[in-house]
């Protein structure tokens, strides 16, 4: 059984930072492509930044600059850490895992979200 659990979240103020973690378990972590998405009240859930199987990282413009992406495939692990946090970066900050099967597409697994609240 697939299963992503996110922490780190929390209240913080304007100017400050958080790292949020994503435990991956139950599949081949290494060789999957990892995402950070973001959904604020009332607004679509949206793509914050994606690390491929290799290493590359992508960022939104929102958070260039501001945020860093990383993963340690030995910790089946994901990381986002959040300089600079602005009360537009309020929202649920959700884990992406994406399992490719091949002629098959690909699967998308979903962590539960943890909730990032910036004050101004």
């Known amino acids: 059984q697939v299963q992503l659990v996110e922490s780190g979240g929390g209240l913080v103020q304007a100017g400050g930072s958080l790292r949020l973690s994503c435990v991956s378990s139950?599949?081949?972590?290494?060789?999957?492509?990892m995402n950070w998405y973001r959904q604020a009240p009332g607004k679509q859930r949206e793509l914050v930044a994606s690390i491929t199987s290799a290493g590359r990282a992508n960022y939104a413009d929102f958070v260039k600059d501001r945020f860093t992406i990383s993963r340690d495939n030995a910790k089946d692990t994901m990381y986002l850490q959040m300089n600079s946090l602005q009360a537009e970066d309020t929202a649920v900050y959700y884990c992406?895992?994406?399992?490719?099967?091949?002629?098959?597409?690909?699967?998308?697994?979903w962590g539960q979200g943890t909730q990032v609240t910036v004050s101004s």
């Open positions: 992406n895992e994406k399992e490719f099967q091949g002629r098959w597409g690909t699967l998308d697994y």
């Open positions: 139950g599949t081949i972590f290494s060789r999957n492509d």
